[in-house]
């Protein structure tokens, strides 16, 4: 098993920024990704970003590319997901989650380990 813990969550105002932070404990993989999925009300989750642990190899999706960015920490099994220039439209619960497989997927679906989930809010 795996637990995945989030951090970071809050209110802010448009244009703001914040940092998550997912920390991961239990069961070790040898190539797996790790990445942030977001649910708003009444909408599907949907995919943010995710990275390549072994490659050190994030990709996104097109809604936040060139305003949050995602890293790792090795040391601390923590994923970082910054977000800058933040819009009303990023409101949603923001979701940790891993992927035990070494390639890519935007799909939830393909995501086997969850955190709790953590609120985002961006007044207008």
């Known amino acids: 098993q795996v637990q995945l813990v989030e951090s970071g969550g809050g209110l802010v105002q448009a244009g703001g920024s914040l940092r998550l932070s997912c920390a991961a404990s239990g069961r070790t993989f040898s190539s797996y990704n790790m990445g942030w999925f977001r649910q708003a009300p009444g909408k599907e989750r949907e995919f943010v970003a995710a990275?390549?642990?072994?490659?050190?190899?994030?990709y996104y999706a097109d809604s936040v590319k060139g305003r949050f960015t995602i890293s790792r920490d090795t040391a601390k099994n923590t994923v970082y997901l910054q977000m800058n220039r933040l819009k009303p439209e990023d409101t949603a619960v923001y979701y940790c989650?891993?992927?035990?497989?070494?390639?890519?997927?935007?799909?939830?679906?393909?995501?086997?380990?969850w955190g709790q989930g953590t609120q985002v809010t961006v007044s207008s």
């Open positions: 989650a891993v992927r035990t497989y070494s390639s890519g997927s935007y799909s939830s679906n393909d995501y086997d380990y």
């Open positions: 990275i390549n642990w072994r490659l050190d190899m994030p």
